[in-house]
């Protein structure tokens, strides 16, 4: 870490800056004791951004970005009807952009259900996992293209992109967390049953990664049982490791089940520091409530916590989530009535 801390903040769209706002908040108040002063510099980019600009992810931006020792980060993209906007456009050229080219191969999606949260689930239990989603590769790196558009012989191709370095990185972090976590096991989710060529790479890589750890055990499961047992039995969860696509599709899921998706947080993280790594929400912009100070800043509040672990504070990292901890636990009621900032306020509040 350099002399100070350097965050870079890129509010985004829709309730991207009304969470982030709170978590700035948090953020200012867990490191107010630090001996590194706190530097925060704002970058706009998103939907709004390039209806203004016309500008996606510009390189001048990129590599100012790479300066920073983190990027904290609320959510981008415009409403699912607005045709303003290129479908894709900015979730594409802006955000995959900076994971890929920050080298973000490791999404981090912890899965918590805290005391006191209301769950749909039958019987709760104790649902603490994470989940290691693989950030650069999968079917979101753009190989695909299609033929014959708007034709009643149209074909469009989306092309799943797993080399056996990326899979190989992703697979062994996922071993690495588990390794020092109490459970020790591994849960590889895929579809290699009909996804042959991605699959028994996947697989393999799984055993052969495995007979480094002795103390890790594993097992598999195809991704359409895994979103059974996510649902009937969460508890037999510890370390999931999975693509892009399945890990995005389940870490929706693994909010759901832990208090909603208001809660959940993640960081898209470069193990090999090359790069900075940047935590958010695991949410989107959620067109239907922004503006309204209805979202819930919590995931943006405990990414603020990963961002702290990542950036050498862990100690800051801990009094954020006790702070989420104890501010949750004094929820009564399964949508808070408060707004946004109230949150944010009295999770500063349990801070001090
Ligand atoms: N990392 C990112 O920037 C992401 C961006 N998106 C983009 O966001 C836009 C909306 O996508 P959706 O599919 O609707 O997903 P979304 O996550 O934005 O919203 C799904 C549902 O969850 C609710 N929700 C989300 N965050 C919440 C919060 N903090 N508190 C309370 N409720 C919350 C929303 O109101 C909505 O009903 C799209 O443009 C999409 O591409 C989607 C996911 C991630
Ligand atoms: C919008 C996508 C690029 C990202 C997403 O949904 C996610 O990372 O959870
Ligand atoms: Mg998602």
Do not use: C
Not at 128 to 148: C, M, Q, W
Not at 198 to 209: F, S
Not at 258 to 283: C, K, Q, W, Y
């Amino acid at each position: 870490m350099s002399e100070s801390l350097n965050i870079a903040v890129i509010p985004g769209d829709g309730i991207g800056p009304e969470v982030i706002a709170e978590a700035v908040k948090v953020l200012k108040k867990a490191t107010e004791q630090s001996d590194a002063p706190l530097v925060l510099t704002d970058y706009k980019l998103g939907a709004e951004h390039w209806l203004e600009t016309g500008e996606t992810l510009p390189e001048e931006t990129l590599e100012a970005l790479k300066t920073h020792d983190a990027i904290l980060f609320g959510a981008v993209g415009a409403a699912p009807g607005d045709t303003r906007i290129p479908s894709g456009l900015i979730e594409r050229e802006m955000l995959l952009k900076l994971r890929f080219s920050l080298d973000h191969f490791v999404n981090l999606r912890p899965a918590k259900l805290y005391p006191g949260v209301p769950s749909p689930l039958a019987a709760p239990g104790d649902v603490d996992f994470i989940v290691v989603r693989e950030g650069t590769e999968g079917p979101y790196v753009g190989n695909g293209g299609a033929l014959r558009v708007g034709t009643p012989h149209e074909i469009a191709t989306e092309v799943s992109v797993n080399t056996a370095y990326g899979v190989e990185r992703v697979v062994r972090d996922a071993f690495r967390r588990a390794n020092e976590r109490d459970r020790k096991h591994v849960t590889l989710v895929h579809k290699h049953n009909v996804l042959v060529y991605a699959g028994h790479l996947w697989r393999r890589t799984v055993e052969a990664v495995a007979a480094e750890f002795p103390n890790v055990t594993h097992d598999y499961l195809h991704v359409d049982a895994a979103t059974i047992f996510m649902t009937t039995n969460p508890s037999r969860f510890d370390v999931i490791v999975t693509d892009n696509l399945f890990g995005d599709i389940l870490t929706d899921q693994a909010g759901a089940i832990t208090g909603g998706i208001g809660l959940a947080a993640s960081g898209n993280i470069n193990m090999d520091r090359t790069a900075p790594s940047m935590f958010e929400p695991v949410h989107g912009s959620a067109p239907d409530i922004a503006g309204q100070q209805k979202a819930d800043p919590t995931a943006a509040i405990l990414s603020v916590a990963l961002l702290l672990d990542h950036v050498g504070l862990p100690k800051a990292a801990r009094r954020v989530e006790e702070a989420v901890e104890s501010d949750i636990a004094s929820r009564d009621e399964m949508t808070d009535p408060r707004t946004t900032a109230e949150i944010g306020d009295a999770i500063v509040a349990a801070l001090a």
